[in-house]
């Protein structure tokens, strides 16, 4: 009877056990905060005082302040996002990189205001957002209703899967139809349709008349990534959240979307917040660079600053596990270990048990992010007494610190 009434859960390190009566405590706190959270966001004529704020570098579409965002789960509360601080310059792509589950995700749907809720709340922090009209928002105290004029149309996202995104029952141009229609009042049928078309030939598909007409199935994987960066454009948006727009295609569509995505940041004069696991996308596309592991950020700089004088461990150990084409090696590297569970994470670094630099310096609490340049900022205790301390040679990052060098030139 007992095996009945203990559920065995994953935690870091040691397994735990909660007992039914304990899950269900939790549950019951977990809907009392998440009840609090969800009744402030649904509240209607809020004053906008309450959420203007100022942008601290105008030159900043984005400014992400200390964000925490957490899921109450019965299991207890998961920090995906612990208190993550990086700007998005005005007509930059800034690349967002790190394991599955450090939170990349996360971090993009708080902008979105997306979270799954009741369970997902954004509980600290502020994510300033410079509007076309002018303003200064927070996102993270907005209510629901005023995010509608954000979302989708000056914000917009492209996502991993195409099929999923794309709805199977209706055609491609009733969809990109829609989207105008919805965010700009006014515009009649055909003008909408004008416009769709007009976005699908931007995003090079050819015989776009036969695509509008077509259902999401009856289009290749590529296609249907097209249609939605297409779907994505349609509202002229001042900042596109690209989350691993190139994961489910092969290489060489993958390599057509990434231009595609190039040419359009110049074309459109928004910005890109591009999310990946993959350090070669983002020596090719981004500006800046944000590492991401374990729901914060180990490091940030420019993508030069990243590529040839990593400072972080596993900035490092990322570089280390990409295939390069000029270095023969008969293994390739691979980081030990996993990304730990969010759920009760420790005081300390938390790539200390996976880290092959790790000293007893490192016993201490989570190190602070510390500035190398202006741009270029680490968070790891070996730097702390010495900021000029090489343990990485830029020289044996190969082709992607190449690709950065000839991209940015
Ligand atoms: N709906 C959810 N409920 C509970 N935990 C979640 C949920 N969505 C994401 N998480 C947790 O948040 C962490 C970060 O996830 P995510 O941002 O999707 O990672 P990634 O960096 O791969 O995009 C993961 O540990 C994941 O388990
Ligand atoms: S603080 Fe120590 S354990 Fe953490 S990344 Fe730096 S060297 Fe590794
Ligand atoms: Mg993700």
């Given at each position: 009877?007992?095996?009945?009434?203990?559920?065995?859960?994953?935690?870091?390190?040691?397994?735990?056990y909660?007992?039914?009566?304990?899950?269900?405590?939790?549950?019951?706190?977990?809907?009392?905060?998440?009840?609090?959270?969800?009744?402030?966001?649904?509240?209607?004529?809020?004053?906008?005082?309450?959420?203007?704020?100022?942008?601290?570098?105008?030159?900043?579409?984005?400014?992400?302040?200390?964000?925490?965002?957490?899921?109450?789960?019965?299991?207890?509360?998961?920090?995906?996002?612990?208190?993550?601080?990086?700007?998005?310059?005005?007509?930059?792509?800034?690349?967002?990189?790190?394991?599955?589950?450090?939170?990349?995700?996360?971090?993009?749907?708080?902008?979105?205001?997306?979270?799954?809720a009741?369970?997902?709340?954004?509980?600290?922090?502020?994510?300033?957002?410079?509007?076309?009209?002018?303003?200064?928002?927070?996102?993270?105290?907005?209510?629901?209703?005023?995010?509608?004029?954000?979302?989708?149309?000056?914000?917009?996202?492209?996502?991993?899967?195409?099929?999923?995104?794309?709805?199977?029952?209706?055609t491609?141009?009733?969809?990109?139809?829609?989207?105008?229609?919805l965010?700009?009042?006014?515009?009649?049928?055909?003008?909408?349709?004008a416009?769709?078309?007009?976005?699908?030939?931007?995003?090079?598909?050819?015989?776009?008349?036969?695509?509008?007409?077509?259902?999401?199935?009856?289009?290749?994987?590529?296609?249907?990534?097209?249609?939605?960066?297409?779907?994505?454009l349609?509202?002229?948006?001042?900042?596109?959240?690209?989350?691993?727009?190139?994961?489910?295609?092969?290489?060489?569509?993958?390599?057509?979307?990434?231009?595609?995505?190039?040419?359009?940041?110049?074309?459109?004069?928004?910005?890109?917040?591009?999310?990946?696991?993959?350090?070669?996308?983002?020596?090719?596309?981004?500006?800046y660079?944000?590492?991401?592991?374990?729901?914060?950020?180990?490091?940030?700089?420019?993508?030069?600053?990243?590529?040839?004088?990593?400072?972080?461990?596993?900035?490092?150990?990322?570089?280390?596990s990409?295939?390069?084409?000029?270095?023969?090696?008969?293994?390739?590297?691979?980081?030990?270990?996993?990304?730990?569970?969010?759920?009760?994470?420790?005081?300390?670094?938390?790539?200390?048990?996976?880290?092959?630099?790790?000293?007893?310096?490192?016993?201490?609490?989570?190190?602070?992010?510390?500035?190398?340049?202006?741009?270029?900022?680490?968070?790891?205790?070996?730097?702390?007494?010495?900021?000029?301390?090489?343990?990485?040679?830029?020289?044996?990052?190969?082709?992607?610190?190449?690709?950065?060098?000839?991209?940015?030139?």
């Amino acid at each position: 009877m007992a095996l009945f009434k203990k559920k065995k859960i994953q935690s870091i390190g040691d397994s735990q056990y909660l007992t039914l009566r304990e899950e269900r405590k939790i549950a019951k706190e977990n809907a009392k905060i998440t009840k609090a959270y969800e009744k402030r966001k649904n509240r209607t004529k809020v004053p906008e005082s309450e959420y203007l704020t100022e942008m601290r570098d105008p030159k900043n579409v984005v400014e992400f302040d200390n964000l925490h965002t957490y899921f109450y789960t019965d299991v207890g509360v998961s920090k995906a996002v612990n208190g993550v601080s990086f700007d998005i310059p005005e007509g930059s792509i800034v690349g967002v990189v790190g394991e599955s589950g450090c939170g990349k995700s996360v971090t993009s749907l708080s902008l979105m205001q997306l979270v799954q809720a009741p369970q997902g709340q954004i509980v600290e922090g502020q994510i300033r957002y410079k509007a076309t009209n002018g303003k200064c928002y927070d996102i993270a105290k907005m209510p629901r209703n005023e995010m509608l004029h954000i979302r989708g149309k000056e914000i917009s996202m492209i996502f991993q899967e195409p099929m999923t995104s794309l709805n199977p029952v209706f055609t491609i141009g009733a969809q990109l139809d829609e989207v105008v229609l919805l965010h700009e009042p006014g515009t009649t049928k055909e003008q909408a349709k004008a416009r769709s078309l007009e976005m699908l030939k931007l995003v090079g598909i050819a015989m776009c008349e036969k695509v509008y007409d077509s259902y999401p199935h009856e289009l290749s994987g590529g296609m249907r990534q097209r249609v939605m960066i297409a779907m994505s454009l349609s509202c002229n948006p001042r900042l596109i959240i690209a989350d691993e727009p190139t994961t489910a295609l092969d290489v060489t569509i993958q390599a057509q979307i990434l231009d595609l995505l190039r040419d359009l940041r110049h074309k459109i004069q928004g910005s890109i917040m591009l999310i990946t696991h993959d350090l070669g996308v983002i020596a090719e596309m981004a500006d800046y660079v944000v590492v991401m592991y374990a729901g914060r950020i180990v490091e940030k700089g420019t993508v030069r600053e990243i590529f040839h004088t990593p400072k972080h461990p596993y900035t490092i150990g990322l570089m280390k596990s990409k295939p390069s084409v000029n270095k023969l090696v008969e293994r390739l590297y691979s980081i030990p270990g996993q990304v730990p569970n969010p759920i009760n994470m420790p005081k300390h670094c938390y790539y200390k048990n996976r880290c092959e630099m790790c000293q007893e310096c490192c016993e201490g609490d989570f190190p602070e992010l510390m500035q190398f340049s202006e741009t270029h900022f680490a968070a790891c205790h070996l730097y702390r007494d010495n900021k000029d301390l090489v343990i990485y040679d830029s020289l044996t990052t190969g082709a992607e610190s190449e690709k950065a060098e000839v991209a940015h030139e």
